[in-house]
């Protein structure tokens, strides 16, 4: 039998209504009628940064790299063509099209009967496919000699033609020109090649190729197939830009969103701080572009239904770097930073930034309700910069929750002294990042089991489980890493009073172009492809439910005693409880839920994600390997018999009566 479920086409394997095998069974009591909390819609979001290409070359639909010449090396990612023709290709920035992005090509070309161009090769390589509809724009400049035509084609890597227009007439000032086509074939690594014919000099810039069937058919928009994958999540929200990009490697390279706003050509460009970070993952061609800006990362999140939660820089770079500070007294243009965006996001049209808001076509307020002040800073520096931020935010915006960091581990002498000097200070809610080995993870189920349930809340912002895999410098998506983080993910839903926002970091990796991983979701130029932690992420996300309710055995809340994690939630809204149970044992391993305070129709799901070993991942040749299935169960007088599987992620999904 096929039934669709939230986007996936699942298979209803069997009716799993038990004998329960063997050995022990484990009793688990389930009272589904005492609600202990509330769990805030925010509990499972993402947590995106323009990290492993994820913005330029991932989600932002942009097929062009370098397509405005601002790299370093201007001709980066540009080859020079000759067709039977002879020129030159000279960068240059006089006289410009735009003077945030100044430079440009002058294209000298003789090629009367011949042609003369450049040719483009993408974010390793230009993916396309068939019969869709390419978008192509430059900006050009006749600046001397005989018309000149130029040629746009789309080539494969054996130089087959796959589609392409002309264009002539340009004129003798900056126009920006636009034409479609189609692409005959389907393609992961075709190029684009500009060629020229006639004999004069031509100006060029923000040369651009974007698909028409972007997200929402958006123009400068991004790439469908990630964000119907972020979107599957049902992210409660989304932080962006980042993580360290906020930072910068110095304060010259940090994150400013007003440079990220307006019309994409006027958007400064900088150097991606992730470039060269990585030692043995270095990306000379990695740059930020800001196509994706401001804008578009409030609008995504519109999109997705998600709270948006930009993280802004305090006035301090990368510690791990640089480590520059600006001196408390001379913090406004940060504070101003701050106090500006949430008036472009949450102001009227006749405040300033609103009405820019409104002019860039988004009049409706984005009902901003968070603000990050800084990343992942420490010590004193951050402390003094983070009381100035919060002392101006909430006497001017008290409505706004402010987020505030906690530095980069999870425990040590950073993490007390900056909890111990937030607790006198008035976070909504203090970041928590671990990247910890999945021992970490099993051993952390109950974390946050002795937190204060009257503090202030915790947002574990950045977490993955990083272990060390046979012969590589450094961790895959393996099942084992899934596992241990959903073992773990029972002890964030449990203590959903203190835990009120949780992402898992990062987000998304470039098979070709990463830095940094393991990473939540992979892609390359023409597919995408969740992990087993993905796949985890969901099965919690789509089962957040409304109020965390007691799974109990023996009175105690399970968090690992005899391999087994579990906790249950009630979803009012739907009429539904959802138990999440996790057997990090090898043997397989029976128990009964007995249900307390309420009634439930006689027959409910189980889903199950589990994989042959604790070292298999998915990949682009094999995307679901590991792959939830689900089952049915029954309910027999208030029970649910069931046989977890070895190293398995179970969801338990049963209506209740109203
Ligand atoms: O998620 C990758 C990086 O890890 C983030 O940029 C940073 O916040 C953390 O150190």
Not at 9 to 21: D, E, F, K, R, Y
Not at 134 to 158: C, D, H
Not at 171 to 196: D, E, V
Not at 463 to 479: I, L, M, Q, V
Request: charged share 20%; proline share 5%; with cysteine.
């Amino acid at each position: 039998m096929k039934k669709k479920v939230m986007n996936w086409i699942i298979i209803i394997t069997m009716i799993q209504s038990v004998p329960l095998s063997a050995q022990q069974v484990q009793e688990i009591t389930v009272t589904a009628g005492k609600p202990v909390s509330e769990i805030q819609p925010t509990m499972w979001g993402v947590f995106f940064e323009d990290i492993n290409f994820a913005a330029d070359g991932g989600i932002y639909a942009e097929l062009v790299k370098n397509r405005s010449f601002e790299f370093t090396l201007p001709l980066m990612g540009w080859r020079l063509v000759r067709e039977n023709g002879t020129g030159r290709a000279v960068p240059t920035f006089y006289s410009p099209a735009n003077n945030a992005n100044p430079h440009y090509i002058s294209v000298y070309v003789d090629a009367e009967s011949g042609g003369f161009g450049l040719s483009n090769e993408g974010f390793r390589g230009i993916g396309v496919k068939k019969d869709n509809e390419y978008t192509f724009s430059i900006f050009a400049r006749n600046s001397g000699g005989s018309p000149l035509r130029m040629k746009v084609e789309l080539l494969s890597p054996k130089g087959e033609v796959l589609g392409g227009i002309e264009m002539s007439g340009f004129t003798s000032s900056w126009k920006r020109y636009q034409a479609s086509f189609r692409s005959s074939a389907t393609m992961l690594k075709a190029s684009l090649r500009l060629i020229f014919s006639g004999k004069g000099t031509i100006d060029i810039d923000m040369v651009s190729l974007f698909p028409s069937d972007t997200w929402k058919g958006r123009p400068n928009g991004l790439r469908k197939d990630i964000i119907e994958m972020i979107a599957d999540l049902k992210p409660g929200f989304i932080r962006f830009p980042g993580g360290c990009i906020v930072e910068g490697r110095d304060l010259t390279n940090r994150y400013q969103w007003k440079n990220t706003i307006g019309p994409v050509e006027e958007r400064k460009m900088i150097i991606n701080r992730w470039n060269m970070e990585i030692r043995d993952r270095q990306a000379p061609d990695y740059f930020q572009s800001f196509g994706l800006g401001f804008l578009e990362y409030f609008q995504l999140a519109e999109d997705l239904g998600a709270e948006p939660l930009p993280i802004l820089n305090c006035g301090m770079s990368c510690q791990f770097n640089a480590g520059e500070v600006v001196p408390l007294t001379e913090l406004d243009p940060y504070i101003q930073d701050a106090l500006d965006l949430i008036e472009f996001a949450n102001g009227t049209t006749s405040t300033k930034w609103g009405a820019l808001r409104a002019s860039l076509g988004h009049p409706e307020p984005f009902n901003l309700k968070y603000i990050g002040v800084g990343n992942e800073q420490w010590e004193e520096q951050y402390i003094e910069r983070y009381k100035v931020f919060e002392k101006e935010l909430q006497q001017k915006h008290p409505e706004i929750k402010i987020v505030s960091g906690s530095g980069p581990s999870s425990a040590g002498q950073y993490f007390d002294y900056a909890w111990g000097e937030l607790n006198k200070l008035n976070p909504a809610l203090i970041d928590e990042h671990y990247y910890m080995p999945p021992d970490w993870f099993l051993k952390n189920a109950g974390r946050y089991d002795n937190y204060d349930r009257s503090g202030i809340k915790v947002f574990a912002g950045e977490y993955a489980a990083h272990g060390k895999d046979a012969g590589e410098p450094e961790s895959r998506n393996t099942w084992i890493s899934a596992l241990a983080e959903a073992a773990f993910m029972t002890g964030l839903e449990r203590n959903a009073e203190v835990v009120n926002m949780a992402s898992y970091a990062p987000l998304l990796a470039h098979i070709e172009a990463w830095q940094w991983r393991p990473d939540l979701t992979w892609f390359d130029n023409l597919q995408v492809i969740g992990t087993p932690n993905y796949y985890v992420q969901k099965l919690f996300s789509t089962h957040r439910g409304t109020h965390v309710i007691p799974a109990l055995t023996d009175g105690k809340s399970i968090t690992g005693a005899d391999s087994l994690y579990a906790s249950a939630t009630l979803d009012k809204n739907a009429s539904m409880v959802c138990i999440k149970l996790v057997n990090t044992s090898s043997s397989v391993k029976p128990v009964r839920i007995n249900l307390e305070g309420l009634s439930f129709q006689a027959t409910g799901t189980i889903e199950t994600l589990k994989a042959k070993g604790l070292y298999e991942f998915n990949s682009i040749t094999n995307p679901k390997l590991i792959y939830p299935s689900i089952a049915q169960v029954t309910v027999s007088s208030k029970k649910v018999d069931t046989n977890l599987d070895a190293r398995s992620v179970n969801i338990i999904v049963l209506e209740y009566k109203k």
